[in-house]
């Protein structure tokens, strides 16, 4: 069983930019796919951005593409979240997640999810 530990979130300004840490601890094997998701108050929990398990490639949806880049460090078993230029309705709770899969982009999948960090912009 995995755990995955989320960490940096916070209160910024629009423009401002933040970064987001997850450490993957437990057993999980040594392919698995990584995963940001974010969760705002009355909407469901969507992906903003993936990689595969040896960070060949990565996915973000149109809302943030350009903005957030992911990346990992397969050494330290940590996923990062660099994101930049934030805007007010990137407010949410986001969540780590790992898939016991070289690469996936379907929620569904993704079996191990962290406590979730809260992400604040003010306008």
């Known amino acids: 069983q995995a755990q995955l530990v989320e960490s940096g979130g916070g209160f910024v300004q629009a423009g401002d930019s933040l970064s987001l840490s997850c450490v993957v601890s437990?057993?999980?094997?040594?392919?698995?796919?990584l995963g940001w998701f974010r969760e705002a108050p009355g909407k469901e929990r969507g992906l903003v951005a993936a990689?595969?398990?040896?960070?060949?490639?990565?996915f973000y949806p149109d809302s943030v593409k350009g903005r957030f880049t992911i990346s990992r460090d397969n050494a330290k078993r940590t996923v990062y979240l660099q994101m930049t230029s934030l805007r007010p309705e990137d407010t949410a709770v986001y969540y780590c997640?790992?898939?016991?899969?070289?690469?996936?982009?379907?929620?569904?999948?993704?079996?191990?999810w962290g406590q979730g960090t809260q992400v604040t912009v003010s306008s």
């Open positions: 437990g057993g999980i094997g040594r392919i698995y796919a």
């Open positions: 990689i595969a398990w040896n960070g060949s490639k990565a």
């Open positions: 997640a790992a898939a016991p899969l070289s690469w996936t982009i379907r929620k569904i999948d993704y079996r191990y």
